[in-house]
């Protein structure tokens, strides 16, 4: 990876304010519908979720078949991103997308040489987010495609993916010493375009990593770098 250049900064430069407004009934109902058990990235069942195209027991080799649907967003240069299996808009298949990587040794597909244009993480004391451009044909994003939404709270009641699973060291590194599972996290997809966030558990988690603007993009959700270069930071939520 580039040279990662790190600062901080008292607040997130633009960012959009919380909704106010009560979260809508198909929210909160989707939240009770999608499996809430905590699961320890070291010890991992098959699936997760029913209907699941993939695996969480992902095991440590990594090659460009696997089906792989555990993601880690640790730092600039160890973060993962969901994408087609086969080259595909994302939105039409954002149930069965598995987990691309920037780090070996999780059992996961892994970014080629090329594919990470820019990436910006910027840590809050409520989330931890990554912002960025890339070549995304190479992880099966249909050229053209202006994107979709991944999030644990799918139309049907499970994530998109079914049985998607997110991880983090950031806040602590869990009882096995490779972090906890982000329960409210939410990823947009484009073929050149990228922004990744997951927010820490606690009672503002929801309201930090909402579901609700899944059309309107990157720019909406999550305001912040998509510039050149490799950054990391702090920040203010």
Known sequence: MPRVVRRSR???????????SPRP???????????????????LPPTTEGDQAGTNQC???NNDTSMCQNLYINNVQDFCLWGP???????????????????????????????IISAHFVETPDFIQIT??????????AAG??????????AD????????????????QGTS??????????????VSQYCIRACKPGPMAAAYCQHIYDVTGCAWNMPADYGEGFTECKGDS
């Open 10 to 20: 008292s607040t997130l430069a633009n960012q959009r304010q919380l909704d106010p």
């Open 25 to 43: 009934l198909a929210d909160l109902f989707f939240s009770r519908c999608t499996d809430t058990a905590t699961y320890d990235p070291a010890s």
């Open 59 to 61: 095991g440590t080799g």
């Open 85 to 115: 299996q086969t080259t595909a808009e994302i939105g039409a298949v954002e149930q069965i997308v598995v987990s691309y990587c920037s780090f070996p040794g999780r059992g996961t597909r892994l970014f080629h040489n090329g594919t």
């Open 132 to 141: 960025g451009t890339g070549n995304f044909q190479d992880i099966h994003i």
């Open 145 to 154: 495609d202006a994107g979709g939404e991944l999030d644990p709270h799918g």
């Open 157 to 172: 009641g499970a994530g998109n993916p079914h049985g998607g699973l997110v991880f983090t060291n950031r806040w602590t």
């Open 177 to 190: 010493g490779l972090g906890q599972q982000i329960h409210e996290w939410t990823n947009f997809m484009s």
